[in-house]
């Protein structure tokens, strides 16, 4: 049967391995596959009709699992799996209402169920496999992960917002704690900022008028950097993960401790972000 083009969404595939993945290659490898895990029909048939996007969706998957079957497959033909780190996860959360495990939200927003996704370290020898670890991560953590795992200085010379999540893994965590709350902004999205601390999740709206037309406009970016936010709801994901009850008005100091230091990230971030239109003109 010829292989047909389905679906799209995207994965996330990060390979360091000290191996040499080809004899023109004598030097340690960084791979990173940001995989569109496109579904073909023989697999797609095999979970229904080839319009049934819930079929669909299950065939990108089932795709996507076998595709990174056939890259473990090649680095363990190459060399031990000791050698190599492994690191997986989605861009986005479900596109299908009933992919979500019941949290509020999908691909596109920043609910729990636009941003939360599966994560896997793979590293045989080094990290502890079949274990679950529940502390919230995010890709923003990729860069000091990987240098504290393989003990590198990580860079001095601009912000790092993501953290060490290294002692989690190799199992010496004792007090760790996140230096700065996960922070996620989407001009689509309404909301279209959420911070996650600890238990808690934050989320506002825009206080200004934006398009949440999904191709976005360099014509937003002063817009973006110089604007604030409103409507603040807080959520106690541990009891609520669907953010089904607005904690602001029963939680108002943690409320203004949690906005203040969405603000301040918020400030950072923007400030560091370029405005390409101005620099055109």
């Not at 076998?66 to 680095?75: C, G, M, N, V, Y």
């Not at 604030?228 to 401790?257: A, G, H, I, M, V």
Request: proline share 5%; net charge negative.
């Amino acid at each position: 049967m010829a292989k047909q083009w389905l679906s799209t969404a995207v994965c996330f595939v990060v390979v360091l391995t000290t191996s040499t993945i080809s004899a023109e290659t004598r030097r340690p490898n960084i791979v990173i596959l940001l995989a569109d895990d496109l579904g073909y029909q023989d697999i797609v048939s095999t979970y229904g009709d080839l319009k049934d996007k819930a079929a669909i969706y299950s065939g990108t998957i089932d795709n996507t699992d076998r595709a990174i079957a056939r890259l473990f497959e090649k680095l363990e033909a190459i060399d031990s799996a000791e050698n190599t780190l492994i690191i997986y996860a989605s861009d986005n959360g479900s596109y299908r209402d009933d992919r979500t495990g019941g949290l509020r939200g999908r691909k596109g927003v920043n609910w729990e169920g636009g941003i939360r996704v599966p994560g896997i370290f793979s590293w045989p020898g080094t990290i502890a496999s079949d274990r679950v670890c529940d502390e919230p991560a995010g890709l923003v953590d990729l860069l000091p992960t990987i240098c504290g795992l393989l003990s590198i200085k990580q860079p001095s010379d601009r912000p790092i917002d993501g953290a060490d999540l290294s002692p989690i893994l190799v199992d010496r965590a004792n007090d760790w704690q996140r230096h700065q709350p996960l922070f996620w902004h989407l001009q689509k999205s309404r909301p279209i900022v959420a911070m996650r601390d600890g238990d808690f999740s934050l989320v506002a709206e825009p206080d200004y008028d934006l398009s949440t037309n999904n191709m976005f406009q360099e014509a937003w970016i002063p817009l973006i950097k110089h604007g604030s936010y409103r409507r603040f709801q807080l959520f106690d994901l541990s009891r609520d993960p669907n953010q089904t009850r607005d904690l602001s008005s029963e939680q108002p100091e943690r409320l203004k401790r949690m906005k203040t230091k969405l603000l301040e990230i918020n400030a950072s971030i923007m400030s560091d972000g370029p405005d390409w239109q101005a620099k055109q003109r």
